[in-house]
Nanobody
Framework: VQLQACGGGLVQAGPSLTLSCGAE????????MGWFRQAPGKEREFVAV????????LYADSVKGRFTISREYRKNTVYLQLDSLQPEDTALYYC????????????????WGQGTEVTVSS
């Protein structure tokens, strides 16, 4: 599976932004899709994950209630809607695909996109 993330940008605190991640391959609907982020000087951290059927999702506490993950099977795409953005959300955002359940650990994901940058100014 090849993943291509896009949608990042420079925004002020508050407005929304939607990231998307397109997957190439015929098995998109068999993968759990996750989003991670890495801020400058920090470890890559879990943000959200959605199950292969789209009916279950997990969120990091830091984004719960502000970010929403979804997927569109016709377009082989997973989305991350970022609402109420804060400067602390500034990071490089990565999408990832795996087949081992709704996991928050990076090691459970087999494929990664190249990352899309989100910068939130105060």
């Amino acid at each position: 599976v090849q993943l291509q993330a896009c949608g990042g940008g420079l925004v002020q605190a508050g407005p929304s932004l939607t990231l998307s991640c397109g997957a190439e391959g015929h098995t998109f609907n068999t993968y759990v899709m996750g989003w991670f982020r890495q801020a400058p000087g920090k470890e890559r951290e879990f943000v959200a994950v959605i199950g292969w059927s789209g009916d279950r999702a997990l969120y990091a506490d830091s984004v719960k209630g502000r970010f929403t993950i979804s997927r569109e099977y016709r377009k082989n795409t997973v989305y991350l809607q970022l609402d109420s953005l804060q400067p602390e959300d500034t990071a490089l955002y990565y999408c990832a695909a795996g087949r081992r359940g709704l996991r928050v650990e990076r090691s459970y994901y087999d494929y990664w996109g190249q990352g899309t940058e989100v910068t939130v100014s105060s």
